[in-house]
């Protein structure tokens, strides 16, 4: 085994991280008949999908860049707050990506400075990477791509992967020992509330609710998976959930930096009432799916919330959100006031 790379593999371990492997440029060229797969089966989904294509080609952006060094760090520690469960999706809550109070974060960047002091160029991108994260921890061995498409190690799926480009030809390839899927187990395709997940490792992002209630959905009165939404305002966790592979996998051991704090200030209501200066700079830097401009979403997801599962108590927020200054929650709430007839 190689010195420097096993010099790295420790370093990432001491630093939290529960596995780390390296991969050369070249692993990452099988992930182009993969998306070109995806894109067969779901035609639908083909612009998105398009975007990827940045990772097959990354050599020929950093030509200087020899091999992928690819980490992950669970989150399945940390205690997500009983009342947002089914409502904002755990792995944002705990998102540590760009979150500096975060020990994670902290990590992240002592491991990069790491590299960096051994004089290697190290280089990552850490809201989105530079690679195909999955693709790269699944090629160096660290564990395995379920039927729910996201990526298993031991302790389940509730992972952060990150990877950093270096330049250094370097290979640290494990053997995952994990039970694949049974061909028999159909229980996250059959839970996907809008059967985004249409069959074993296929999804459409279109129908995806996690990606309606953050990167689509800017039309919610005719969006077509409307109702499918249901509880949820902010991503969606339902084929983890349901995953025999992910039980007792969350331990809710640790808790994450001003998370107990900001929960408290969100409920349904409250959102509904949240002015847009909170929403810019305490909402949108934490769950920064929703850009600046579109904070006023998470008013027209809340609704949609509360009348894919309406209560009397919601009645006064619905009304309120028809005086709100923004034209699209204005909206949503005339609208919802129409369908329920209230």
């Not at 008949?33 to 080609?57: C, H």
């Not at 564990?143 to 290979?171: C, K, P, Q």
């Not at 005719?222 to 305002?233: A, I, L, P, T």
């Not at 919601?314 to 200054?325: G, R």
Request: a neutral charge; aromatic letters at 12%.
């Amino acid at each position: 085994m190689n010195t420097l790379a096993l010099q790295i593999k420790n370093a990432a371990l001491e630093l939290g991280y529960e596995k780390c492997g390296i991969i050369k440029m070249s692993d990452i060229y099988g992930y182009k008949e993969k998306l070109e797969e995806r894109i067969e089966r779901t035609p639908e989904a083909k612009g998105f999908f398009q975007s990827q294509y940045r990772f097959v080609n990354a050599q020929e952006t950093f030509p200087w860049a020899k091999s992928i060094v690819i980490c992950i760090r669970r989150y399945g520690k940390y205690d997500i707050p009983e009342h947002l469960k089914g409502v904002i999706a755990k792995y944002y809550l705990v998102d540590s990506r760009t979150d500096e109070n975060s020990k994670d974060f902290q990590d992240s960047l002592k491991f990069e400075k790491y590299m960096r002091e051994l004089g290697i160029r190290a280089e990552t991108e850490r809201k989105f990477g530079l690679t195909a994260l999955r693709w790269a921890a699944m090629k160096a061995g660290l564990g395995m791509v379920r039927r729910n498409n996201f990526f298993y190690t031991e302790n389940g799926s509730w992972l952060y992967l990150e990877a950093w480009l270096i330049d250094e030809e370097l290979e640290l390839i494990e053997t995952p020992n994990l039970r694949p899927c049974s061909d028999k187990c159909n229980l996250c395709i059959k839970a996907c509330p809008s059967a985004s997940l249409s069959q074993p490792y296929t999804m459409s992002p279109i129908a995806c609710v996690s990606c309606i209630t953050t990167f689509t959905g800017r039309d919610m009165p005719n969006e077509k998976y409307r109702e499918e939404v249901g509880d949820w305002v902010y991503g969606c966790d339902v084929c983890q959930d349901v995953c025999p592979m992910n039980i007792k996998r969350w331990s809710e051991t640790e808790e994450f930096p001003n998370l107990a704090e900001l929960s408290q200030k969100i409920s349904l209501e409250k959102i509904i009432k949240m002015d847009y200066d909170f929403l810019e700079n305490v909402m949108q830097p934490k769950f920064w799916y929703i850009p600046k401009q579109d904070v006023w979403k998470w008013k027209v997801n809340t609704i949609n919330a509360m009348v894919n599962n309406y209560k009397e108590q919601y009645k006064e927020s619905i009304y309120e959100a028809c005086k709100d200054s923004h034209e699209k929650v204005r909206e949503m709430a005339e609208w919802a006031i129409s369908k329920l007839n209230i």
